[in-house]
């Protein structure tokens, strides 16, 4: 018997993670336990499970989400655009002490999220091209 695994399940699993700007350090610096958390609701996202703490952010756009940690000095956050042709685009990592996100923090992420759209409509002219 031969098990058929449709090419869009196949798709679903092992996306690739893309870092914006200095995501990736401001990630590695946050506490250990948070960056354990963080990196495991990725990996999740990476297989194409639905992570533990994550929430729409369409203040920003369509397909931004965050996952969120938090300990007792602070909340932790990495907004991430939603899988595109099986990418991650982490668009923002940052650490936060009261309820909103700050002012220069959206603008980064809304910043990132802009760059990216303008880099996948430029890569799709060129595919149309060739």
């Known amino acids: 018997m031969v098990a058929v695994v ?52 369409p203040s920003i756009g369509t397909g931004v989400f965050e996952l969120r940690d938090q300990d007792e000095r602070a909340w932790y956050r990495v907004v991430y655009l939603s899988r595109i042709n099986n990418v991650i685009y982490v668009l923002h990592c940052f650490e936060k002490k009261g309820r909103e996100m700050s002012r220069r923090d959206f603008e980064t ?16 002219k060129h595919e149309k091209r060739a």
């Open 6 to 57: 449709s090419d869009q399940a196949e798709r679903r699993k092992n996306a690739t993670d893309v870092w914006e700007g200095d995501s990736r350090e401001i990630l590695q610096a946050f506490p250990d336990d948070v960056k354990q958390n963080l990196g495991f609701q990725l990996w999740q996202l990476q297989q194409g499970e639905k992570p533990g703490d994550h929430r729409p952010l």
């Open 109 to 124: 992420v809304r910043r990132r999220l802009k760059t990216i759209k303008s880099r996948l409509a430029e890569e799709k």
